[in-house]
């Protein structure tokens, strides 16, 4: 069993709660309210933002240059996602999160992000990538578990559900899997169950995600 097959095999309790929340059920029968939907995206922006970051930080570190260019490329496409979101939800509602009056990071995305972030720069590079891997296995599958339930033409969160869906979503994931799979390989069983740790903490991480654009989380005031 690779790396990746072992990692989600052993994050299974959590995936089954992401789509238990009611977040992820709501979004996929279209019954999610439109203002969750778009905090969410708010929030998401703001990560994809950082995401994007590690994911450069790590190109850097790769050392070998097909990893360097798959890492590169993953980051550029976080970027893209995030101005598509812009121009197709966020922007004809008014809404910027780069913007003075936009809400700023939840505190779960802040501390998701920083976590990423300082693995990138700091922790072995296998490590950071088993960190950055939950938000692309999770998003796809997600993606094709809501897909099979969405039936309508006119879902309401269609655009989301067909970005995640798509096999070219697909194709990535598969390939960062593989990038990582190769690391692992060559790692000691320490390193290894450091790769696991960093994979598990990510995926809690995801749950939280949805669980705080649900809630309405926000920063406390004094």
């Not at 812009?86 to 913007?99: K, N, S």
């Amino acid at each position: 069993m690779t790396f990746s097959e072992d990692a989600w095999k052993h994050v299974g309790g959590w995936y089954d709660a992401i789509l238990a929340h009611p977040f992820v059920a709501g979004l996929a029968d279209g019954t999610l309210p439109e203002d969750v939907f778009t905090r969410y995206l708010v929030d998401d922006a703001h990560y994809l933002t950082r995401y994007a970051r590690a994911l450069a930080m790590l190109a850097a570190r790769a050392g070998g240059p097909g990893l360097s260019a798959e890492l590169a490329r993953a980051a550029a496409e976080a970027v893209e996602a995030e101005r598509l979101m812009h121009e197709d939800f966020l922007v004809p509602r008014g809404l910027d999160p780069d913007g003075p009056d936009a809400a700023a990071p939840t505190p779960t995305c802040t501390a998701y992000a920083s976590s990423l972030l300082a693995d990138a720069a700091y922790a072995p590079v296998e490590i950071g990538l088993a960190g950055i891997l939950p938000c692309f296995r999770v998003y796809l599958e997600v993606g094709r578990a809501v897909a099979a339930q969405a039936s309508d033409p006119d879902h309401p969160y269609g655009a989301w559900i067909a970005t995640y869906s798509d096999p070219a979503f697909d194709a990535a994931v598969t390939r960062m899997e593989c990038w990582t799979d190769r690391l692992a390989e060559a790692a000691t069983d320490t390193r290894r169950d450091e790769m696991l740790a960093a994979y598990e903490r990510a995926t809690r991480f995801e749950w939280m995600f949805w669980d705080a654009s649900w809630r309405g989380e926000a920063w406390p005031e004094a």
